[in-house]
């Protein structure tokens, strides 16, 4: 059975609320592209779009969205009024195209943001945009699972800008214990609560979001 992330009836709503997101970031609250991307990749907002709850995928504007995601990270903008152009933009289609990416893969934000940046899906506009998304979804695959496998402590780390010491000190994990769940040798799922808790202090997330379970979604999409 394949995996997606969410309900598809709210995909196409996804795509357009996530379009205008993007849209509306940077052409007229005037963010740069990859610091929005770096926003979504860590917003709590991000995460309940990214799961589906309707509040996100349907109950609102693009320029809601940008605005929550923005002020959530103390991202800082410009003000403007709320403006949605009929027109598409590249940066619109990098927001429709990367809301069907997230959905189909049922990656997160973060995951899919530390393969690539969102100025780069913007300079993906000219080859894909009037192609079948599969042709998208097919290129983004690619470099994903290219990328240098990620364990999700791995990738919460780099998020906060951390070295595995830095992390280890702030902790108060073991490093090689870091090490060792980074390397894959040891199984962070099966590690003590208290392990878990002191790491997602640390790395300013839930426990639950260092649990690796993104290799069993890849396996059963493949």
Same mark, same amino acid.
């Given at each position: $059975?394949?995996?997606?992330? &969410?309900? =598809? ?12 997101? !993007? ?24 995460? @309940? ?6 509040? &996100? ?11 929550? !995601?923005?002020?959530?990270? *103390?991202?800082?903008?410009? =003000? ?11 940066e619109y289609w990098a927001g429709w195209a990367l809301a069907y990416y @997230?959905?189909? /893969? ?10 690539? +940046?969102?100025? =780069?899906?913007?300079? $993906? ?5 009037? $192609?079948?998304?599969? *042709?998208?979804?097919? /290129?983004?695959?690619? +470099?994903?699972?290219? *990328? ?13 800008? $951390? /070295?595995?010491? =830095? ?5 108060? !994990?073991?490093?090689? @214990?870091? #090490?060792?769940?980074?390397?894959? @040798?040891?199984d962070i799922n099966k590690t003590a609560a208290i392990t878990l808790l002191r790491l997602s +202090? ?15 979604? +890849? #396996?059963?999409?493949?």
């Amino acid at each position: $059975m394949t995996i997606r992330a &969410y309900d =598809e009836i709210y995909v196409e709503s996804a795509q357009n609320i996530l379009g205008h997101a !993007v849209d509306f970031a940077i052409m007229s609250l005037n963010v740069n592209p990859d610091s929005f991307g770096k926003a979504l990749a860590v917003a709590n907002s991000s995460k @309940q779009f990214s799961k589906g709850n309707p509040k &996100y995928v349907a109950g609102m504007s693009g320029c809601e969205f940008s605005r929550i !995601v923005l002020t959530e990270t *103390h991202t800082s903008f410009e =003000e403007n009024e709320d403006v949605m152009y009929l027109d598409r933009s590249p940066e619109y289609w990098a927001g429709w195209a990367l809301a069907y990416y @997230q959905w189909y /893969s049922s990656l997160s934000f973060t995951e899919i943001f530390l393969s690539i +940046k969102l100025s =780069e899906i913007i300079e $993906m506009y000219p080859i894909y945009h009037e $192609m079948d998304i599969s *042709h998208f979804t097919n /290129s983004l695959d690619k +470099k994903v699972y290219t *990328h240098n496998l990620y364990t999700k402590l791995k990738e919460y780390r780099e998020i906060n800008g $951390m /070295s595995q010491s =830095e992390l280890s000190r702030d902790s108060n !994990v073991p490093l090689r @214990q870091i #090490q060792l769940f980074e390397q894959q @040798q040891r199984d962070i799922n099966k590690t003590a609560a208290i392990t878990l808790l002191r790491l997602s +202090k640390a790395l300013n997330c839930s426990m639950e979001d260092l649990l690796d379970y993104s290799y069993a979604k +890849k #396996q059963t999409r493949e």
